[in-house]
């Protein structure tokens, strides 16, 4: 019993740390809003040019399991994306260059949606895919 108490106080410990990776993941994220473990693996490389993509995905991993970023959309290609923002809201992406903005439109769309379904109850974020203005012009 005890060494199973010691275990799970080193488990919870190691959790918890925050390395100097996780802090620059952090920052990193904050300025771009959303990304990859590669984009912040190619960032961050700049500071840490040894850093491994193993080392950010084990940090992204534990940093979302904590709440201090959250899970976004993934991108055009299906890979993972994190996002700064932790607070709930929608996202729209643009099909073609897959860039996400934040958008908080849920409690204006979820009643024309749900009229619309018979009386279907929608829950969870929305996706909304189109065309960006930066796409649109070129």
Do not use: W
């Amino acid at each position: 019993m005890i060494l199973y108490i010691i275990i799970s106080m080193i488990l919870s410990s190691t959790d918890q740390r925050q390395t100097k990776y996780c802090q620059s993941i952090e920052g990193t994220l904050r300025k771009l809003g959303h990304a990859t473990n590669a984009e912040l693996l190619l960032a961050l490389r700049q500071s840490f040019p040894d850093l491994s993509a193993t080392t950010v995905h084990r940090a992204t991993a534990r940093l979302a399991s904590r709440g201090t970023i959250a899970i976004a959309p993934t991108n055009n290609s299906g890979s993972m994306r994190y996002d700064a923002n932790t607070k709930l809201h929608d996202h729209f992406q643009c099909s073609t260059c897959g860039r996400l903005h934040d958008t908080d439109i849920k409690n204006k769309i979820i009643p024309i949606l749900e009229s619309t379904i018979d009386g279907c109850k929608i829950s969870g974020q929305l996706l909304i895919t189109g065309t960006c203005k930066k796409c649109a012009k070129g």
